[in-house]
Each structure stands twice: as C-alpha cells, then as structure tokens.
C-alpha cells in the first residue's frame, strides 16, 4: 500500500477543510430557511416553511421564472441556430485566420463578463434595447454564441468527412448534408450544448444585471435585489430564495453532466492547420 506523502496530506486536508466550510455555509442557509427563530442555539427553536410561501409572494417568483426561462429559451434557440453552423465552418473549412477567428470566439468565455458588460451595456441602452427582454437576450448571446461553438466544434471534427462526401457524389447540396446527414449525427452535441447554455444562462449575473429592467429580472438578479434592496426583510425569506435559486442551478447540473462529459469539450481529434 502506497503511503502518502506529508504534501498529499497537506493538499488532501486543505480540500477537506474547504469541503467542510462549503458544506457548513450550505448547511446554515437551508437549515436557517427552514427555522422559525434561530439565536444562540445549535439549531432553530422550531421549522416551518411559511417562508417558502412568503418569498414566493413577496417577490413574485412566479414572475421572476417565467422570465428566466424565457431569457434561457431564447438564448438557447438563438445560440444553436448560428453557433452549430459557425462550428461547421470552423472545424471543416481552412482558411487564413483561422486560428484569430477561433480565439476571437472564445474571448467572450475567457474574460469577465463585466469588463464587456459595461459597455455593451452602454450600447443596448443607447438603442433602446436594455431594460427590457430583448436587451437581456442579446446581452447573453455574446458568451453563449461562443460557448456553442466550443462546445460543438469537437463533435463536428469526430464525424468521418467520408459521410459527406459520399453524399455529395450522391448529388446532395450542402444544406441536405447538414439538414439530413449532420444534423441527427449532432443531436446529442447539440443537446449538450443547449444544456450548456441554459445552465450558463440561468446562472449569468453580471450581464443581466446590467441589461434588466422592473420586468426583465432573472432569478439570480431577483435574488440580488432581495438582498440589497432597501427595507426590513427576514432573513429566512431571502435564504429561502437562495435555497431555490441553488436547487434550480443544481439540477440543470446534473441534467448537463448526463448528458455531456467535460473532456468533450477539449477534445479534439485532428489540428487542421491554417
């Protein structure tokens, strides 16, 4: 048996001591939305779920999700229609530049959202595009085109070029092979794609805070408001709502990771040159 050494204790204990903290902060937010009175004891002196019901009314949840998943339907439709083809071109076309464009695509993921935000932001406003819907939708699309390209480059390079071509001997046009041949090879990246970017979507702040208007507020943006907003609110109200906010982003987690492996979206099976 292979002992370990005083660096992997120090490395194992440091991630156990960041577990157990993550695992206790956690805890305290679901157990405190659950509890009636909560001071100077291990646990709340009773439970209840009043505030559950209380969070749902006092800050229109019924709302704040239709226009969730509005915003994350939308993106996600917009982000497959033109990132699927633009990760067509780029994994099988070369032509100069290719390598600029591709990086060029991926800026949006690498950088913070807030040092784009800003003045994207400046510009939607300016058109009279942010504060509403709209505004929103397309503030997401700049990191989600890009994402969907990441995403679904991989799946297009593993797919035998010989399909196609014997289907253009057979006379078929470019757009029959992407539509008939491609397209149900893709299903499962585009799946995973549009899991992706629906997770991506539900959980991005910065661009929707800056974008959103009273009736455009997404669920992460509410649930900022409801923190910062001014007046006297419980806390429990306000737990209650993180504790929804995180049970939604959990399960769309575990859908994405069904659905799609994480080493996909790195992999790639040939490097064309330029």
Known sequence: MKRLTVGAWLVWGAVAFFLINLAGLIGAVVVNSVGQRWFDTWLPQGWTTHWYAGAWEEFGLFQVLVVTLEVALLVVAISVLVGVPASYVLARRSFPGRRVVYLLFLLPILMPPITYGIPLATVLYKYGFAGHLAGVVL???????????????????????????????????????????????????????????????????????????????????????????????????????????????LVLLVIALRFVNPTQLVARVKDDPD
């Open 139 to 249: 503030a997401n699309l700049v990191p989600s085109i890009p994402f969907v390209i990441l995403t679904m480059t991989p799946f297009i390079e593993q797919i035998d070029q010989s399909v196609e071509r014997a289907a253009r001997m057979c006379g078929a046009r470019t757009w029959q092979i992407f539509t008939r041949i491609l397209a149900p090879l893709l299903v499962p990246g585009i799946l995973a794609a549009s899991i992706l970017v629906l997770v991506r979507t539900v959980g991005m702040f910065e661009l929707t805070f800056l974008t959103a208007g009273p009736d455009s507020q997404t669920l992460v943006v509410a649930l900022y408001y409801s923190m910062s907003a001014a007046g006297i609110r419980a806390q429990q109200s306000v737990d209650a709502m993180a504790v929804l906010y995180t049970s939604s982003m």
